[in-house]
C-alpha cells in the first residue's frame, strides 16, 4: 500500500534550495534506507515527511491527504521520527523518555494501563526494562538510543522515520537494531532510515534511495543501486561491488593507497583486513 | 511512569509546605500583636493583621508560586536550564514601563497605581513585539525567541538607563527601589484579580504537561509526538509571559525564584512536569513567604529588598543540593 506520494517536492532555507524537486512513493511493508553524501537533503526530506517542516513546495501526501493537513495529534499515531541524537537538558528517566511515545494517545494526566503495556512491551523489545529508573542523561550513546527506538515503538507507528538510527551503537546492536526494522517492515510497518552505511543498507532494506544535491540520483532494489559508477558519481569514492554469501551486494572502498586485492573474489571478506577500513 | 499515589504524595507535601508557611507568616512581625484582639476587630491588631501583613503574605505567594511556574514554561519552552522568567524580555519591558511612570511623575491611571498600569502596559508591548518578530516568516523556534528577547531586553535596560541618567534625586531613588523589588501590601481586588489569573494559568499548564515534556526534549521530537508546535509554544510563551508580567507590575523584578525552585525541585521530583509544575507553583509560594518574612522582621523596622533574600537564602541552600544529590530521589 502507498503511504506516501511525494510530487515535485522543493525546499528552500533562503537562498538555498535544498530539496529540487523529488518525486517519489513509500509502501507499507518495506523498508528503504535513504543514502547520499553530506548535505543531499536527506534530514530534510525527512524532516517533511515526519510532518514537522511544512513550509515545502511541491507536494507530499501521508494516506492521500497533504501532510501539512494531518492534525498532529493524528499524525502522532501514525508516524514517528526518531532524531540523530537528542541531547537532554532535563534528567528526565529512559522511563519517561518512552513514555513520551504515549504523548498522542494521552487523555488527562495519567497514563493508561493500555499505555503501560505498550510501554512494558517496546522496553522488552529493545532491551531497556533494565535502565527504565536510570536517567537518561546517563546512559552510554547507545542505550540510549535504544530508548529512543523504544520510545518509538512504544507509540506503535505505521510509518517510522530513522535519522542515521545506529550511528552509536555496537556492532550487536546495530545487526539487531536493522534486524527489528527488516521485522517490522515484514509486519506491514514502512520504515524509512536515512543512514551512511551502505553495506547495512544494503543487507537490511528492500530499496535504497540515493540523494544527491537535493535530488534522487538512483531508487530501487540494493543490487540494481550499488554500482561502482553510481558511488563514483554520487559519494565521489572509487569502489568495488562483490557479493555477500547470500547474494547481497557488498561495498569495498578504494583507498587511496588501494587495499583491495587484485584477484580472488571467491574469499569474502577479503582477509587480513587493515585496521580501520574506510567506511561507506 | 507516573502513579496518582505519586503525583498526590509530591503535590501533598509541597502543598502542605506551602499551607503551613501561609499559617504561621502573618503571626510574625516587628511589632507584636494579639490573635483574639485581632479577630475582634480592635485596633491596631486588627489592621495589622488584616491590612498588612495577610495581604502580603498573599501577594508573596502569588508571586512566587508564579514566578517559579513561569520559569519551569520558559526552560521547558527554550530548552536551556539557564532560562529565567526574564530571559525573554518581559520584565525589562515592565521595568521600563514603571520608570516612564516614575519619571514623568504620573500618580494614577483610572483609579490605579501609574507605575503599575505602564509597568504592565510595558511588558504587554513587549510580549507583543517579541511573538510578531518571533512568529514571522517559517514557525516560531527557541532560537528565533531566545534572539528576540535577549535584544528586546537589551534595548529596555538601554532606554531605562537613559531616563535613569536624565531623572532628578527623588525619581532616581525611586527607580533605584522600583528595580530592587519588593512585597509590599495590596488591597484585595487587586490580589483576588491576581489569583484568579494565577490559579487559571496553573490550571492550564498541568493540562498541557504531557505536552511539555515532549517539548522539552526537542520540536521535531515534539512535532512527531502529537503536539502542534507553534500553538504548544505560543501558548508557553504566553503563559509564562503573562504571568511574570502581573507579578512584576506589583512588586518589580524578583530574581532567583524562577531559576532556583524548579532546579531544586528537579533534583527532588524529577523532571515530569506533571509533578514539576505543581510543586514548582507551591514550593514557590512557601519560598517567598519565608523570603518576605525575613526581610520585613530581620532588620525591623527596616526592610531588607527580597531580591536580596531570595539569592543569600536560595543561593547556598541550591550549591547543597547540587552537591550532594545528583540523581533525582524520585523515579
Known sequence: ?280 | MLSRKKFWLAVGLSALFFGVVAGLAPLMGSSSIEMARALAGESPDHEILFYARIPRVILAALAGGALAMSGVIFQALLRDALATPFTLGVQSGAALGAVVSICFGWRSFGGLPAVWVTAFAGAAVTIAVVVSIAAEGRRMSSFTLLLTGVTINSICMAAILFLHYTAGFTQSFAIVRWLMGGIESRDYTTLVGLSLLTVIALIVAIAKANDFNVLAVGEEWAATRGVNLSSLMLLAYLLGSLLTASVTAFTGPIGFIGLLIPHALRIVVGADHRVLIPTSFFVGAGFLIVCDTLARTVMAPAEIPVGVITALLGGPFFIWLLRSRRRSLWV
Open chain 1, 1 to 280: 500500500m502507498t503511504i506516501y506520494r511525494v510530487e515535485d517536492l522543493r525546499f528552500r532555507f533562503g537562498d538555498a534550495e535544498i530539496l529540487r524537486g523529488i518525486s517519489l512513493e513509500f509502501q507499507s511493508a518495506q523498508m528503504a534506507a535513504v543514502v547520499g553524501p553530506n548535505g543531499a537533503g536527506k534530514s530534510t526530506l525527512m524532516s517533511v515527511l515526519s510532518g514537522f517542516r511544512d513550509d515545502y513546495e511541491g507536494r507530499c501526501t501521508f494516506r492521500e491527504v497533504e501532510i501539512r493537513q494531518w492534525k498532529k495529534r493524528d499524525l502522532g499515531r501514525q508516524l514517528t521520527f526518531i532524531p540523530q541524537m537528542i541531547r537532554l537538558e532535563f534528567p528526565f528517566t529512559a522511563g519517561q523518555v518512552v513514555f513520551m511515545g504515549r504523548t498522542p494517545y494521552c487523555h488527562g494526566l495519567f497514563e493508561s494501563e493500555e499505555d503501560r503495556e505498550a510501554v512494558r512491551k517496546a522496553m522488552e523489545i529493545t532491551e531497556t526494562t533494565a535502565f527504565a529508573h536510570r536517567e537518561f542523561r546517563e546512559l552510554s550513546g547507545g542505550e540510549r538510543q535504544r530508548v529512543v527506538l523504544a520510545g518509538a515503538l512504544a507509540q506503535e507507528p505505521k510509518v517510522l522515520l530513522l535519522d542515521e538510527p545506529t550511528t552509536f551503537l555496537d556492532l550487536k546492536h546495530q545487526i539487531s537494531t536493522y534486524s527489528l526494522l527488516q521485522r517490522l517492515a515484514r509486519e506491514g510497518i514502512a520504515i524509512i532510515a536515512v543512514t551512511h552505511d551502505l553495506n547495512l543498507a544494503a543487507t537490511y532494506a528492500d530499496r535504497i534511495v540515493v540523494m544527491s544535491q537535493g535530488s534522487i540520483a538512483a531508487d530501487g532494489k540494493p543490487e540494481k543501486i550499488l554500482t561502482p559508477s553510481m558511488l563514483k558519481d554520487v559519494f565521489e569514492v572509487d569502489a568495488d561491488i562483490r557479493q555477500s554469501p547470500e547474494g547481497q551486494p557488498w561495498v569495498f572502498c578504494q583507498s587511496p593507497d588501494g587495499y583491495l586485492p587484485e584477484t580472488s573474489t571467491e574469499s569474502f571478506p577479503p582477509a587480513p583486513l587493515p585496521a580501520a577500513p574506510p567506511k561507506c
